[in-house]
């Protein structure tokens, strides 16, 4: 809720606000003085209770001196919202500070004029390590929330470059264990260590049970391996960047979810939060293909820049043609009534093979007739195809749909998806719920079904290829209302050589775990209920080779991106090593590079992706990366990961700067070094590197341009760069 400059604004709330259950009350801005002189005396006593304790634990300055709040109620008690801002008069810059109280815990805090996470075209290192960051924000807690101080962990999030801010996380934990939705953070100002902003969500007076009542990791994968079973199908994949089609045949585990750790199966939190519930069975494939790509067209006819369009092709049709096609079409009801409305000429360049085809988005509609009539229409401009189309036909009340005849309906969608798919339609079978029965509802039976979606899935081998199918809509007039199918073709489907469920589940013990925590919910009555739990995810199996892999097929897929890497300064291996500082200090700021087992492995040779991703992150765009990406693809989708020379790691920093083209120059540049001669074709690149403070030369003044860089060397050159761009600022 903003304030307006110029004066402050009453919070008169009429509404319900939904902090839990929560309804707001009339609230004021006043004097704080005279804050609470508006209250029946128990609310009185409340607010004032409420604002000292706030006032207790936090400093507010005197400059904010005008105050407003909200207030209100919910299953946990009190709830205030306090605001302090600086007067109209006030010469210095504005400053907004917010403060919510929940019984005796407050949940936030932000300051707005320290907290605007100013960005800065320079990185920039935090003024205090990790360990002061952590003091200064446990200090903070401790003092703001004294009661529940000792039940929290704070870990460092990480400290932006490019802005002014420290995130600390904040969790709870009972008997060792996290609890979930029991969470917050700190925002700290890196360079002065004060408070920006807080958030924390809590329980309060919750109990938890012993974590010793939990089962084995071996009772609790035979729990689970009778709750779960395996669905199996082909995946295509498409390469982006060279467009190659693959198809790899997946076990999908069918059961995922939230385990009581006591017992191995479904947890009930869910029945005991909302009671059962019971939820229709899903399919896949319900997306209808869609091509339409550019703007309606102003009239109801081609416009000149279509007719040219289509004049680029004799064979092209045009709009005559088009509806003789859909008038002989078997299963297209077009009426004589019906007139063009909208048309649009589409054209789709296929992104690998760089041809173009054409397509008609025709419309139809009856605008003055009684039912109203509307026909969608997408088709290939040049062979006249039908992609899909859809028909809407608007009854009245007075007009009483007949039964759906099921069967009937079901021979009208099958021979429809052999009229327009006959090169392929049998490579689909029909879904199960296709002939079932038709559902009554309502008093009397007065409802029933009057069209049925009729689904048909492919299969390679005997087995469904998910994601492509035919979809085909009949209603009780036995009209077909709607067509769409995704079909992909030039896709090589290897015969399967499927292994065993029992080798399956041997692989998914490998990598089952049971990570326990706390989870729950309050009631409507205020009482808080725990349950101690284990997130059961799911997997995927490649079927042929019965190895853990991703959605795709893809096994061992291990990332090495400095986002996704582990971020731990207290690495075993640095302590002494001249890179030492670097490493710690850019692991604060989340740039490191992937480690295991808390080793960071300096003298290891960094690779180019792992060097181009640290240019990703320190530079603050992705220049580098995309380049790496660009220039060592392999046929099979993978990379050709060289190791990082100096003289590569030059080329990479140049195209970080966008300075590619200036390197690239001839004779203007005078080498630095001694080993690098000026006609060599990376001059450019070292000597702007040099300019720039990146590499510095040894006392032979040698660049050693073909030797490796260690992920150690690596981590020092962007520390002393960023060290050397700050002394410059």
């Not at 259950?21 to 801005?29: D, F, V």
């Not at 005796?104 to 805090?109: G, M």
């Not at 989870?519 to 808080?528: R, S």
């Not at 792992?610 to 990366?625: G, H, I, Q, R």
């Amino acid at each position: 809720m903003k304030m307006k400059r110029g004066k402050i604004i009453s919070i008169a709330m009429a509404l319900v606000m939904s902090i839990g259950a929560l309804t707001i009350s009339p609230a004021y801005a006043v004097d704080e003085s005279t804050a609470y002189a508006n209250y029946e005396a128990e609310e009185q006593a409340s607010l004032k209770k409420a604002l000292a304790k706030v006032k207790k634990r936090i400093t507010i300055p005197k400059e904010v001196s005008e105050f407003s709040y909200e207030y209100g109620q919910n299953y946990e008690g009190d709830i205030f919202r306090f605001k302090w801002v600086t007067p109209d008069d006030y010469d210095g810059e504005r400053i907004t500070i917010e403060v919510h109280i929940n019984g005796d815990i407050i949940t936030y805090y932000d300051y707005e004029q320290r907290n605007n996470y100013y960005y800065s075209s320079t990185p920039k290192f935090s003024k205090y390590n990790e360990t002061e960051l952590l003091k200064k924000a446990k200090a903070i807690v401790k003092k703001i929330n004294p009661k529940i101080y000792s039940l929290c962990e704070f870990k460092t999030d990480g400290v932006s470059l490019y802005r002014e801010t420290a995130r600390i996380n904040i969790s709870r934990k009972a008997n060792g264990l996290y609890v979930s939705n029991n969470t917050g953070y700190i925002t700290l100002n890196k360079n002065t260590g004060e408070m920006d902003a807080f958030s924390l969500s809590w329980w309060d007076n919750a109990e938890f049970a012993s974590k010793d009542t939990a089962l084995s990791k071996k009772e609790a994968f035979n729990a689970y391996k009778s709750l779960n079973s395996f669905d199996t199908y082909y995946i295509i994949d498409t390469d982006y960047e060279t467009g190659k089609k693959s198809a790899n045949i997946i076990y999908e585990s069918s059961y995922t979810g939230l385990n009581d750790a006591s017992t191995g199966k479904s947890t009930t939190m869910y029945n005991d939060k909302y009671g059962k519930s019971d939820y229709g069975d899903s399919y896949y494939g319900d997306e209808s293909l869609d091509v339409s790509t550019s703007v309606d067209c102003e009239d109801a006819d081609f416009t000149e820049a279509e007719l040219k369009a289509i004049t680029k092709n004799e064979n092209m049709l045009d709009k005559e043609k088009i509806r003789k096609l859909l008038e002989d079409n078997e299963f297209i009801n077009i009426t004589d009534d019906m007139s063009l409305s909208s048309s649009r000429l589409n054209e789709v360049i296929d992104r690998y093979t760089k041809i173009s085809t054409f397509y008609w988005t025709v419309e139809y509609s009856n605008y003055k007739t009684i039912p109203y009539q509307d026909l969608k229409v997408n088709l290939n401009a040049e062979t006249g195809e039908i992609i899909n189309f859809n028909l809407y036909a608007r009854k009245y009340d007075d007009i009483v749909a007949p039964v759906l005849d099921v069967e009937k309906a079901n021979t009208i969608a099958e021979n429809a998806m052999k009229y327009y798919l006959p090169k392929i339609s049998n490579k689909f079978k029909a879904a199960e719920g296709n002939l079932s029965k038709v559902l009554y509802w309502g008093e009397n039976n007065k409802y029933y079904d009057t069209s049925r979606t009729f689904k048909f899935y492919r299969y390679e081998n005997g087995i469904y290829v998910v994601g492509e199918y035919i979809s085909i809509t009949v209603n009780s007039d036995n009209i077909v209302t709607d067509f769409n199918y995704c079909y992909t073709d030039n896709v090589k489907f290897a015969k399967p050589t499927l292994v065993s469920f029992e080798e399956v589940n041997k692989e998914i013990y490998k990598h089952f775990t049971m990570d326990l925590y706390y989870t729950g919910y309050i009631d409507y009555n205020g009482v808080t209920h725990t349950y101690l739990v284990f997130n059961q995810d799911g997997y995927y199996i490649n079927a042929n080779t019965g190895k853990l892999c991703n959605h795709y097929g893809t096994e061992n897929i291990t990332s090495t991106s400095t986002n996704d890497a582990v971020v731990d300064t207290n690495y075993t291996d640095i302590k002494g090593i001249s890179a030492e500082k670097a490493i710690k200090e850019l692991a604060l700021h989340n740039i490191t590079l992937e480690t295991k087992n808390g080793k960071f492995e300096p003298n290891k040779i960094i690779t180019e992706e792992e060097f181009t991703k640290l240019c990703s992150t320190v530079l603050d765009n992705s220049n580098a990366y995309y380049d790496f990406r660009k220039n060592n693809k392999n046929d099979d989708g993978t990379y050709n990961n060289k190791n990082l020379t100096r003289t590569k790691a030059c080329r990479y920093l140049v195209i970080s700067f966008g300075l590619q083209e200036s390197a690239e120059l001839k004779g203007i540049f005078k080498s630095p070094y001694s080993d690098v001669s000026e006609k060599s074709d990376y001059v450019g690149y070292v000597a702007i590197c040099y300019a720039k403070g990146l590499i510095k030369p040894n006392s032979a003044k040698k660049f050693y341009p073909t030797k490796n860089m260690t992920r150690a060397e690596a981590m020092k050159l962007f520390y002393d760069y960023i060290i050397e761009l700050n002394k410059q600022s």
